[in-house]
């Protein structure tokens, strides 16, 4: 089996043929292998649409390997329920019975049939009930088998695993455990003639007529703890401490291969690859080994005649969520093309249909599928236990995307250095010419976050001498020709050594330039560390490029940097009007951290709903919270939690945002794709200029309503409107009031542009480039202007630009948040993943004196520490620079 189906992604083997799998984008389903069967029966179960059934959302019939893709439903079954506490009584049965008949109800007027509806097919999630296993055909009973089941699944609720065995010999005995109107259904439903048992339909309708089937849901006994694969490998990651954290993506980048089409896949690697052999990582090494081993994320092998791939690990329980899994199929053979598979340890849902469920045991999992490198030693080999995660982990992948473009080079360095170690060191196994030149450039500036191991290291090391001594050969061999007389024999001698000195100078030079080379990289993100390896390329060699970096970094206006530490690619940040205080929603989970010394002030755990977007109160003190379809405020200074839900959220998906107006007592919403925005005046409880293009200005007092030649300007305070045709065709999103409220800046195509509320120009020039949002200082004379990946300051009197900068790329939908400090010295800008850059407006570039750069720097940043020495330029070996 490969470790992809179609654009499918799998997991875990659940059992029998079933796998959790994952699609490009991580959402979780299950995926069932097929045998041949006919297509009507599948295509008809895709048409049933009801909240007590798991959809079917793909197959594919016509393939190698036909499939069958369904929702995941995570929860308990019923058989696993009451196996462990026991029957069901009073109107928790009319809830199991009118939930299951519905789903039935559907099926049938689909016109599919379920066909093994047994106790280990349904599913007690937190919406109830649902039905799993649709599509995968059954006995060819038709309807009238499913009803018949039904009537045995009433009876295994209501009187256990034995109730079943019992049935045909004390059918009167059983039955009366049920309240006479459903005892009469259940009867009905067993009856033999299948032309004598009621529809699902009939069913349903006379359950709908006893109020206890409509009192609530039947909800699983426990809370349902069954998380994708992502959610519990961020939170494995999310559970170590910072230096632990530094190591997971050394490991798992290491364990990703790609395929001749490109295409990520799962590789093999030695533990002695994984970390470059200091004491520090080696134990943090064990400890991230060690716990995602235990999840069964990653597979270790220590037996020597096993591989990496079959571990005794992978098929454990751990290998799974403690919840049990929930898709309980037919299980029919395998298919020819799929290796063969052990049966041993399914889950009873998953097992073949019958109807009394085995009892729960362990579950297997899939093993490696792709052709991977195996480990050069088999005995201590790693590997990610399942592909999927490679999709199903966003952080993983966001990890991957930044290391794509040196991955291949990577693996070839790999690769040869395995070679080169298993055969003796030999010359001829170094990397030379081309492929050394390659290897050594990602080695210098490629990479991100990988870390050369110590045979890697040694390896480039073994091909740079092999190239230094071939070239000293060369040199000796013209000595000699040249050596005519003893003075030119020792001229030769001079020369030789002044070319040696020359040559061993030349790995400082290079490592200058590239030093250089990798801060001009980091400046935009992350100042501080650009600075220090400015320095650092000084001190290693003071070539154009060091002497050109340390210019740039006196040059740039960036003096801080502060990220926050769960900051991702899911992360939602807001930043306050100030500048200092981030806050910051990462995995269901509030926090707000103090800007200038990276302080955590405050957290608390999310609403349950998906939040779409938030936004800080002026003060400085709430945050607003806007859910799917309600919002919620959190006073950060409090102590307690989030509020609770009020007036309305944003449905829409795409690009959404939240704002409060000046004043505080409005918070507007907005999703740009679909068009959706309000207010909610926070004073009175109640929506305002629902779906309305509206800009408020200070104290809550003005504002602008932006509809073309009907705009308007409206006093909030007496209700007045004044006509402003002049705003038609004025981009709403681009515009802000100046602090005293009288006036109101707009970014448009040509320019920035400061108008009176008659409209009347006040600038005599746009201000140009014109990037999109906008935000004046507290006492109006700078405005600066944000766009996804630039920041720029203008002096409102003069024009003059006094910042103009690049900033983290944020994507279309997460423009760049400014935030000016009161004293209008430092600006601070919201970029991507939670990065806040502080900029000095009152930066004044020095004098290009590299040796004045490299004080300043040294007494106010220090140099590298010797583990970003590590990361940034392994190759050559750390110096105090300061």
Same mark, same amino acid.
């Given at each position: ?150 009537? =045995? ?98 490991? *798992? ?45 990653? /597979? ?75 480990? !050069? ?104 020709? !040249? ?40 400046? !935009? ?58 806050? !910051? ?5 509030? =926090? ?53 839900? *009020? ?24 999703? =740009? ?48 409107? /004044? ?76 024009? /003059? ?82």
């Amino acid at each position: 089996m490969t470790d992809r189906l179609g654009g499918y992604w799998l997991g875990s083997r659940l059992g029998g043929a079933v796998h959790d799998a994952y699609d490009e984008s991580g959402t979780r389903y299950a995926l069932t292998l097929l045998p041949s069967r006919p297509s009507f029966q599948v295509k008809a179960a895709m048409q049933v649409r009801s909240r007590s059934v798991a959809r079917v959302v793909d197959v594919c019939l016509d393939g190698q390997v036909p499939y069958l893709v369904s929702e995941y439903v995570p929860g308990p079954t019923l058989g696993e329920v009451v196996g462990r506490r026991g029957p069901y009584e009073g109107d928790d049965l009319y809830l199991l019975a009118a939930a299951t008949a519905t789903g039935l109800a559907a099926i049938h007027e689909a016109g599919a049939v379920h066909g093994g509806l047994t106790p280990d097919r349904v599913v007690l999630g937190v919406e109830g009930p649902r039905l799993v296993g649709l599509g995968l055909g059954g006995d060819g009973s038709g309807p009238p088998g499913d009803v018949r089941d039904w009537g =045995r699944l009433l009876v295994f609720a209501a009187c256990g695993p034995s109730g079943l065995d019992r049935l045909p010999d004390q059918p009167d005995r059983l039955l009366n455990r049920l309240d006479r109107a459903l005892r009469e259904l259940v009867l009905a439903a067993l009856r033999r003639d299948p032309d004598r048992r009621p529809s699902a339909h009939q069913l349903l309708l006379s359950l709908l007529d006893v109020p206890q089937s409509q009192q609530g849901r039947l909800l699983p006994p426990e809370p349902v703890d069954d998380p994708p694969l992502g959610a519990r490998a961020e939170s494995l990651y999310l559970q170590l401490s910072r230096a632990d954290q530094d190591v997971v993506p050394e490991v *798992f980048l290491r364990l990703v291969g790609m395929d001749p089409d490109g295409t990520d896949t799962r590789r093999g690697a030695i533990r002695t690859e994984l970390v470059t052999g200091r004491p520090p990582e080696q134990a943090a090494l064990d400890r991230v080994l060690k716990a995602y081993t235990e999840a069964g994320l990653i /597979t270790q092998t220590h037996d020597p005649n096993s591989s990496a791939t079959n571990s005794p690990t992978a098929n454990s329980p751990t290998a799974n969520s403690p919840a049990a899994p929930n898709h309980s199929p037919s299980t029919p053979a395998p298919h020819p093309s799929l290796a063969a598979q052990s049966s041993s340890g399914l889950h009873p849902s998953l097992a073949a249909p019958s109807h009394a469920p085995s009892s729960p045991g362990p579950r297997a999992t899939s093993a490696a599928q792709n052709p991977v490198p195996e480990p !050069a030693d088999p005995g201590d080999g790693v590997i990610i236990t399942h592909a999927a995660l490679l999709r199903a982990w966003p952080r993983l992948h966001e990890w991957l995307d930044a290391e794509r473009d040196g991955l291949a080079v990577h693996r070839d360095l790999t690769r040869a250095a395995r070679r080169w170690e298993a055969g003796g060191r030999r010359e001829t196994d170094l990397f030379q010419e081309d492929e050394l030149d390659r290897a050594l450039a990602w080695a210098a500036s490629g990479r991100r976050r990988v870390t050369l191991s110590a045979a890697e290291q040694a390896f480039l090391d073994g091909g740079r001498a092999l190239v230094r001594g071939r070239a000293r050969g060369r040199r000796r061999a013209m000595m000699v020709l !040249a050596s005519v007389t003893l003075v030119a024999v020792l001229a030769a001698i001079v020369v030789a050594v002044w070319q040696n000195g020359t040559a061993d100078g030349r790995l400082d030079q290079a490592m200058a330039r590239v030093a250089a080379s990798r801060a001009r990289a980091l400046r !935009a993100a992350d100042p501080v560390t650009a600075r220090r390896l400015s320095l650092a390329a000084w001190r290693l060699a003071p070539v154009a490029e060091a002497r050109a970096a340390l210019a740039d970094s006196a040059a740039d206006p960036a003096v801080d940097v502060f990220a926050a530490p769960y900051g991702g690619a899911r992360s939602l940040d807001a930043l306050s009007d100030d500048g200092t205080r981030l806050a !910051a929603l990462t995995d269901g989970t509030l =926090r707000v951290y103090d800007t200038i010394s990276g302080r955590q002030l405050a957290t608390t755990a999310g609403p349950d709903q998906s939040v779409r977007a938030m936004a800080w109160s002026p003060d400085g003190r709430t945050l607003a919270l806007v859910g799917v379809d309600r919002s919620y405020l959190w006073d950060t200074t409090s102590g307690a939690g989030v509020g609770p839900p *009020f007036g309305r959220g944003l449905g829409a998906p795409g690009q959404q945002s939240a704002w409060f107006s000046p004043g505080g007592g409005l918070l507007f919403a907005a999703a =740009r794709q679909s068009g959706e925005r309000w207010a909610w005046n926070l004073r009175t409880g109640r929506a305002a200029f629902v779906g309305q293009y509206v800009v408020v200005g200070p104290r809550d007092r003005v504002a602008l309503v932006f509809a073309g030649t009907r705009s308007e300007v409206v006093r909030l305070s007496t209700g007045v409107r /004044t006509p402003a045709p002049w705003l038609d065709r004025m981009p709403w999103e681009y515009a802000v009031f100046s602090p005293e409220g009288e006036r109101v800046a707009i970014a448009e195509e040509t320019g920035v542009q400061v108008y009176a509320l008659n409209g009347v120009p006040v600038l005599p020039v746009r201000l140009r480039p014109s990037p999109g949002h906008l935000r004046f200082s507290t006492d109006g004379q700078l405005l600066a202007s944000t766009d996804t990946d630039r920041v720029r300051v203008w002096r409102v009197a003069d024009g /003059t630009r006094l910042t103009d900068r690049q900033v983290p790329a944020t994507g279309t939908d997460r423009p760049a948040q400014a935030a000016l400090a009161p004293d209008g010295r430092w600006l601070r800008v919201l970029a991507d993943h939670g990065t806040v850059l502080t900029i000095d407006l009152a930066h004044a570039t020095p004098p290009p004196d590299p040796a004045r750069a490299a004080a300043s720097i040294c007494g106010r940043y220090g140099g590298l520490s010797q583990p970003d020495w590590n990361q940034y330029l392994s190759e050559v070996p750390y110096r105090p620079v300061c």
